[in-house]
């Protein structure tokens, strides 16, 4: 596969303006900044096809790798589109919080091209090397400066351990709502995984961890104090898999909870941890009386 060249590379001003006049991002005779989330979408989404598909391999590792990123970001888009959908957004702001959905993960082609790992720890925060593509490729430009940003911020901070001081009210809504989406299809993703890993394993999916059937005591700590696991504290497979049981805590709208409740998610994750760990029934039970707690609350 020939390494991936960003769409501003070797380009002047000009030619890349005419670029994206072409691609239909910026209509010829409009100028950039000038069009809502509803006109850019649909461009926004051929974009997103294109640029995915400039990263196939022959490779069937690769290729699968990729596409488990690809059908990801798709399946965010529906899930936001639900969450939003919950809270009556209006069509403009549905259709933000779907480009900001679209290019959540877009920095993971060209981590797992330079790197062959998800890994942010072995390799670069793919939320930041996100946010360079987004800007290199300049492919916010036809969006008015309000809604770009929030778009910019929301891949920006979506992958940090707790959200940041908000820029303002909205940027913190898309925000929750794309960490909220965000973590919807991972648990679909991992628990899918989880119920068939016995067949063959996937080291991508499981971040390069031993699979040694050991807790980490920081980890358990964590849990028992209803707090969020800290990536830097994962030493096992297992610590994955309780990080990812105790996002619930980390869960903003109450759609969300009805659909971690309804599809069982937490119970995947229980099943796939040893049955005989005191902190794994802990952890379980803390995090099944937070998601009633929660759901009945709706």
Not at 179 to 208: F, H, M, P
Request: glycine share 4%; aromatic share 6%.
């Amino acid at each position: 596969m020939a390494p991936p060249v960003s769409l501003s590379e070797n380009q002047d001003a000009p030619r890349q303006q005419k670029l994206h006049e072409s691609s239909g991002l910026i209509p010829a005779g409009k100028r950039s900044g000038e069009m809502n989330p509803q006109q850019v979408l649909p461009k926004m989404r051929i974009w997103f096809s294109e640029y995915v598909r400039r990263f196939d391999s022959e490779d069937p590792a690769v290729q699968q790798s990729m596409d488990l990123k690809a059908q990801h970001t798709l399946k965010v888009c529906e899930a936001i589109l639900d969450i939003g959908g919950s809270l009556k957004l209006s069509e403009i702001d549905l259709c933000l919080a779907e480009i900001t959905a679209l290019l959540h993960d877009i920095g993971r082609f060209e981590q797992y091209a330079r790197y062959r790992t998800f890994a942010d720890g072995k390799s670069e925060n793919h939320a930041a090397l996100g946010v360079e593509i987004i800007r290199d490729s300049r492919i916010l430009e036809a969006l008015d400066p309000e809604p770009a940003d929030i778009v910019v911020s929301a891949v920006r901070h979506h992958n940090r351990a707790s959200l940041p001081e908000p820029e303002s009210e909205r940027h913190l809504l898309f925000l929750k709502l794309l960490r909220d989406a965000d973590k919807i299809d991972i648990w679909r993703v991992v628990t899918d995984y989880y119920r068939r890993s016995g067949k063959q394993r996937n080291r991508t999916i499981e971040l390069d961890l031993p699979d040694t059937g050991h807790v980490s005591a920081p980890v358990c700590k964590a849990l028992m104090n209803g707090r969020l696991v800290q990536t830097a504290d994962l030493r096992t497979l297992h610590d994955f898999k309780l990080l990812q049981m105790g996002w619930i805590y980390d869960i903003n709208f109450p759609r969300t909870f009805q659909i971690v409740r309804e599809r069982k998610y937490l119970e995947a994750i229980r099943d796939a941890l040893p049955g005989e760990s005191p902190c794994v029934a802990e952890a379980y039970k803390r995090a099944r009386a937070y998601l009633e707690e929660k759901a009945l609350a709706i």
